[in-house]
């Protein structure tokens, strides 16, 4: 197994009788953080079946009909209830939660907080592109203030949520923030947030050239990607620019890791202590 | 002195809403996911204290319903057996979830003891306002099975009907009972361990590769493995084929949503399930059920003592409608009569069945109370 690469990785993964192609468009980043989630996987050494992947709608929400694992295409928002559910039932699965930035943070904010506050063993992947794609180019919970998009033709005014903040304050164990272009780094927080215990939050700035970036005067998806790499800064680096130069700068890295055990630990094991185990 | 000879049954003095938790446990079930609310509360509260007791059992308070059932469907899809409980306000928050229990055929057990309504209304008197809503509440065409109880010991078995009826054919299943039945204490009988069916999900017998999650077969009802058993297939929302990947092809389309509704259509002897009392020779009949049942059941007999050949059809299960059962009384009487706790959610099914040959009359009483046995005498001995 070690010693495939690349497109064969990849391959090995993919569902042979799924109808191909795939329903993003050029340019776009969730395809990229697939082939950083299969790499993941592959890396830890996990069984097909023992990796259950969990998503909700929209374009990110298409990526779980892809893989070879147990998936689950949930209804909008939800995901991280079917999740939960999952991961109560079967303590030893490895449930990796897809979401887009409309599903975790507006119709499924309050699923996020309380999955974070109860810190149930899942890994919530948030693929942030800053817009509704699949539903038009509507503006999203993430679309940046003064950004246009079909709902904001004047300009966002409203003002947008942190997913890091967000997690990080309802108490996730694991809260990190990666990009697609940085894609070795963004292996190594998937990695991560599969192996710590609990609640574990990787947000993916994933670019959307066809319903963003159209919109926000960027030429070409290389471009985009361009303005990524400028916008995303680690953290080290981040802190040490003074707040008046950062910008439109973005700090990335790991932001929380606790050891905290999940729900499913703790509730497993008051369960054996109520039926006289050890 | 003799000592006294050992009871083989069980019997406690319990609330409806207990005999709910206990039927359910009888029927395996081991997880349960929800969030409170009067007047289903108890039902939560009991398993919350039960399932950690229990083999293998879960329980988790969501932070919404559509937590709650978006867990339980979860669970389920893990291979678990399932129920929440909720009244009508976190009924409807449920029902988006309600359609991609049925569409992806997943068992569920939803327990709704209905309160006055609309809206928040009525949170601890009763009603019966929610039986079209467990028909048709969430969107798009679809078949389900909706069940009644009348009293507790009916909650009890008609729980455990829920969970095999949802083993038996993959979809969700709704108990709807009322405030009073689910708040009244009574004695109730527990059944033992072989004197009542458990039916459990089929499991693929053929090899991962082979297996396709949503083919048909000769019942309609496809064989489901756990997630994590070796079979990874897709489970969505969206119309899909087969292979559980979605699909716009209308024969494709027309194929699922056909066999949907054929599972169930074509076992309604053993789904429908109804309790006729005096209909042999009735010349006037009543159609109820839940806690009115109760109170028509009585009112018959009433009617019997003054000389009204009067008989009671108490309907078990409410979706799909018991036409035959029904229609069999037309045969007979010259009246029906159609007692509800709303203002003729029911009444407006056995219509449709009746279809102008008898006269239907209905009392329909929408003030959070009870319709007493006085109540329904009264129509018995005019008519």
Known sequence: MADIKGTQLIHEYLRHNKKFPHVFCAGCGHGIVLGSLIRSIHGLGLSKDDVCVVAGIGCSGRLAAYVDFNTVHTTHGRALTFATGIKMAKPNMHVIVVMGDG??????GNHLIHAARRNIGVTALILNNNIYGMTGGQCSPTTPSGSFSMTTPAGQMEQSFDCVELCSAAGA???????????????????????????????????????YGRKNKFKSPVEMYQALKKKVTPIERFNEIPEAERGERVPSGVFVKK??????????????MCQGGE | MARPKKKHNKEIFALGNEAVVEGALLAGCNFYAGYPIT????IMEIMAQRLPTIPNGAFIQMEDEIGGIGAI?????????????????????????????????????IVNVMRGGPSTGL?????????????????????????????????????????NLAEKYRTPVILLIDEITAHTREKIIIPNENEYEVFNRTLPTMPPEWYK???????????????????????????HDVNGFPTSRADEVRELNERLFRKIDQFLDDIQLVEEVDTDDAEVAVIAYGTVARSAELAVKQARALGVKAGLLNLKTLFPYPRKATEKLLYKVKTIIVPEMNMGQISREVKRVNNGQVSVRTINKVDGQIIAPAEILKVLTRV
């Open chain 2, 73 to 109: 469907i979860g669970a389920s899809l893990a291979g678990r057996k399932v129920l929440t409980a909720t009244s009508g306000p976190g009924f409807s928050l449920m029902q988006e979830n309600l359609g991609y229990g049925c569409i992806t055929e997943t068992p569920l057990v």
């Open chain 1, 103 to 108: 599903d975790s943070m507006a119709i499924g």
């Open chain 1, 259 to 272: 050891n905290k055990p999940g729900l499913e630990e703790k509730y497993y094991e008051m369960a054996a």
């Open chain 2, 123 to 163: 949170p601890t008197s009763p009603a019966q306002g929610d039986v079209q809503q467990a028909r048709w509440g969430t969107h798009g065409d679809h078949s389900i099975i909706v069940l009644s109880a009348s009293n507790v010991q009916e909650c009890l078995e008609m729980t455990i009907e829920a969970f």
């Open chain 2, 39 to 42: 007047p289903s509360s108890e």
């Open chain 1, 173 to 211: 164990n694991y809260v990190a923030r990666g990009s697609v272009f940085h894609v070795n780094k963004l292996d190594a927080m998937i990695m991560e947030g599969i192996t710590n215990p609990g609640f574990g939050v990787v947000e993916i700035l994933s670019p959307c050239f066809t319903q």
């Open chain 2, 213 to 239: 999650p949503y083919e048909e077969t000769v019942r309609g009802v496809p064989p489901m493995p756990a997630i994590g058993s070796g079979y990874r297939f897709h489970v969505t929302g969206l119309t």
